[in-house]
């Protein structure tokens, strides 16, 4: 696991690549995203998913919106980001930011939550195995049982 600092550290370093994306065609601007994207998700320095995972990925996010329309700068980008209505291929009217949130949602959350949940049902079934195999061998919950290493 990976200490503050050098969490820190990277944050800021795939910050500045990110703040460094440059202003040009949409598939040279994906290109450069993608090298960003293999170093963010390997999960060795940033944990995947967690807040600067989700919030590296929103501002790479808001740098290609910026320069995919022609903004002058992020901040004016990051509002409409934010709050501007879009018309989705669907047809309904949302802002930007809706789109990322179920982008980051299917390809972070989700995979995630499925790959903890089957983890959490494989822990829960041994607890409760042990639970029942120590109630009917000693007469007393897991946490009355002294083991000895």
């Known amino acids: 696991m990976a200490t503050k600092e050098e969490i820190d550290k990277e944050r800021i370093e795939i910050s500045d690549l990110i703040r460094a994306t ?3 065609a949409e598939e040279k601007v994906r290109n450069y995203h993608s090298e960003i994207v293999k170093r963010l998700d390997n999960g060795v320095i940033i944990t995947v998913p967690s807040l600067d995972h989700r919030n590296l990925h929103q501002e790479m996010w808001i740098v290609s ?8 700068n992020q901040q004016k980008a ?14 309904q009217v949302e ?19 499925a790959k903890t949940s089957k983890q959490y049902k494989w822990a829960s ?19 009355d049982v002294t083991v000895e290493i």
């Open 22 to 24: 440059p202003k040009d």
């Open 65 to 72: 919106f910026m320069i995919y329309n022609n903004y002058d």
């Open 78 to 91: 990051f509002v409409d980001f934010l709050n501007k209505p879009i018309r989705w291929p669907e047809g």
């Open 95 to 113: 802002p930007e930011r809706l789109r990322f949130d179920i982008f980051y949602e299917k390809n972070y959350i989700q995979p995630y939550l």
């Open 125 to 143: 079934r041994v607890d409760e195995t042990t639970q029942k195999e120590v109630d009917s061998i000693f007469h007393k919950s897991l946490n």
